[in-house]
């Protein structure tokens, strides 16, 4: 049975980078696109990027100088950064695993991100 | 912000049929395929609904999906009270080499 695990810092200021790490249990890490979503309080699901097992990216366009994602094959983790955060990137964030036209069958629990000074 | 618009709101009695719509461009649902996602309240959202119409092992039949040119629907027969959730639909746009989700509609048994 695949799982999830995230984790990562809950409560930022302004101006600091949000790190969030999302670990893989029981599935083969390759085959496959690992993914960030983010869901402010009280409103709908954002993509912001994924990454392949051989660190192929694509990013949500208006986030994409803010953003990193990478991937460790050796410990089938991924992780997601996004620098010099705002009140606006307070958010609810969940990794993902996207699979062959399957969708994204498999999510982590989530982590609240809240940016406050 | 989303490329994909849906109603904010159905409804209907227990045992009625629900209908949601998710509306696109060519450069999404017109040449990708849709997938639906259930998000009950204070859970991560779940997959319902795959490749246009498949079902996920585990997902009833009552929910169907399906897709024509540039827009696509998600059926829900039989409402029942554990149906009560936000749905969403998602797919990949040309345009902007990434994954969309629409805006979201909350389903409400009455």
């Known amino acids: 049975q695949v799982q999830l695990q995230q984790w990562g810092a809950g409560l930022l200021k302004p101006s600091e980078t949000l790190s969030l790490t999302c670990a893989v249990y029981?599935?083969?890490?390759?085959?496959?696109?690992w993914s960030w979503i983010r869901q402010p309080p009280g409103k709908g699901l954002e993509w912001i990027a994924e990454?392949?097992?051989?660190?192929?990216?694509s990013y949500d366009p208006s986030l994409k100088s803010r953003v990193t994602i990478s991937v460790d094959t050796s410990k089938n983790q991924f992780s997601l950064k996004v620098s010099s955060v705002t009140a606006a990137d307070t958010a609810m964030y969940y990794c993902?695993?996207?699979?062959?036209?399957?969708?994204?069958?498999?999510w982590g629990q989530g982590t609240l991100v809240t940016v406050s000074s | 912000h989303s490329v994909l618009a849906q109603p904010p709101s159905a409804s209907g009695t227990p045992g009625q049929r629900v209908i949601i719509s998710c509306s696109g461009g060519?450069?999404?649902?017109?040449?990708?395929?849709v997938y639906w996602y259930q998000q009950l309240p204070g859970t991560a959202p779940k997959l319902l609904i795959y490749?246009?119409?498949q079902r996920p092992s585990g997902v009833p039949d009552r929910f169907s999906g399906s897709k024509s040119g540039t827009s696509a629907s998600l059926a829900i027969s039989g409402l029942r009270s554990e149906d009560e959730a936000d749905y969403y639909c998602?797919?990949?746009?040309?345009?902007?080499?990434?994954?969309?989700f629409g805006t979201g509609t909350k389903v409400t048994v009455l």
């Open positions: 993902a695993r996207w699979g062959g036209g399957s969708g994204m069958a498999y």
């Open positions: 029981g599935g083969s890490f390759s085959g496959y696109y």
């Open positions: 990454v392949d097992h051989s660190g192929s990216i």
């Open positions: 060519t450069s999404n649902i017109g040449s990708n395929f």
């Open positions: 490749r246009n119409n």
């Open positions: 998602a797919t990949w746009d040309d345009s902007l080499s990434g994954r969309v």
